[in-house]
């Protein structure tokens, strides 16, 4: 990895399982430190601080994990620590490359929309960046690389979709599982062998998907018997008012939110 020392203002769900993954995979401890309010021990051999040094040695990289609301409460101080050329790699939902700048003059900036399955090496992390230098294009390449499929993105406004579709996905995902299993038990299952049922399937659907040299939807045809029942269920689903309705709906309210944080950081 190209970047000497990192530090990570914020390790909460999201932060936190990047930077597990990260010293899973190879990452020094004693490169990283953590930067939390209540200043616990984050790992074995990581330096946890409660607040921003005032005169501790700025860092190569800074993760930026907070909410996007907590935004303001950290930006001053870290601003004050950093040095010009400190790469920021922001996660936060939203928030845009200017009202960044704003806060971090002299960082050069990417944004990084990653998602939880990167705790195991399966997540998404969808990146952008303004200016675009290929040197550091590829530092972040490589140290994204641990973590899942890293898709860059050309134009900044996707990124409030990459968070709807990929931040947000797995929680939609977790969401029809549940659902599945509820309509399981509905039509007559046991509660806890649906909500088993339900899940390994959803997990090996999922990897088989994932290993497939077809898509979902011939992958959809090949369990759809001519004449059969999953087709009569496909038809719900794939109605007027089915799933990609419901999916369409569902993006756009995250997308729509992810908009009001970016404004309200403007
Ligand atoms: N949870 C997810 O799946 C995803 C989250 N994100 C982004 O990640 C960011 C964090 O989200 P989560 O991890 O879900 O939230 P979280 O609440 O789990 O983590 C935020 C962390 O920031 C810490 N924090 C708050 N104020 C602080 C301060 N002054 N100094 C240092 N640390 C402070 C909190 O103690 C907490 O550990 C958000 O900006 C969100 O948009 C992005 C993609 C996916
Ligand atoms: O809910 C949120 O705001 C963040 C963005 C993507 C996933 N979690």
């Given at each position: 990895m190209s970047f000497g020392s990192i530090w990570a203002v914020g390790a909460g769900n999201m932060g936190g399982a990047m930077l597990r993954r990260w010293l899973t995979t190879?990452?020094?401890?004693?490169?990283l430190t953590v930067i939390r309010k209540?200043?616990?021990?984050?790992?074995?051999?990581v330096a946890t601080l409660s607040a921003v040094p005032a005169d501790g040695d700025a860092p190569e990289l800074l993760l930026l994990g907070v909410k996007p609301q907590m935004l303001d409460l950290v930006a001053g101080p870290l601003a004050a620590a950093m040095r010009p050329g400190t790469v920021l790699v922001s996660i936060l939902a939203g928030v845009e490359d200017a009202a960044l700048r704003a806060r971090f003059p002299g960082a050069r900036i990417v944004r990084a929309m990653p998602n939880l399955p990167v705790a195991i090496g399966q997540g998404v992390v969808g990146l952008h960046m303004v200016d675009d230098e290929p040197e550091l294009r590829a530092a972040i390449d490589e140290l994204m690389a641990p973590l899942g499929l890293v898709a860059w993105m050309?134009?900044?406004?996707?990124m409030d979709v990459v968070a709807a579709v990929a931040g947000s996905g797995p929680a939609f995902l977790y969401r029809f599982v549940d659902a599945l299993a509820a309509a399981g038990v509905a039509a007559g299952l046991p509660v806890e062998q649906s909500a088993e049922l339900a899940l390994a399937t959803v997990v090996g659907a999922a990897a088989q998907a994932g290993a497939s040299d077809v898509g979902p939807a011939e992958m959809a045809e090949r369990v759809?018997?001519?004449?059969?029942?999953t087709r009569k269920g496909l038809d719900v689903l794939d109605g007027d008012a089915g799933l990609g309705a419901l999916m369409t709906r569902t993006i756009a309210a995250a997308v729509a939110r992810n908009r009001e944080m970016a404004a309200a950081a403007r």
């Open positions: 190879g990452l020094d401890p004693a490169r209540s200043g616990a021990a984050f790992a074995e051999g050309d134009d900044a406004a996707a759809a018997s001519p004449g059969g029942s």
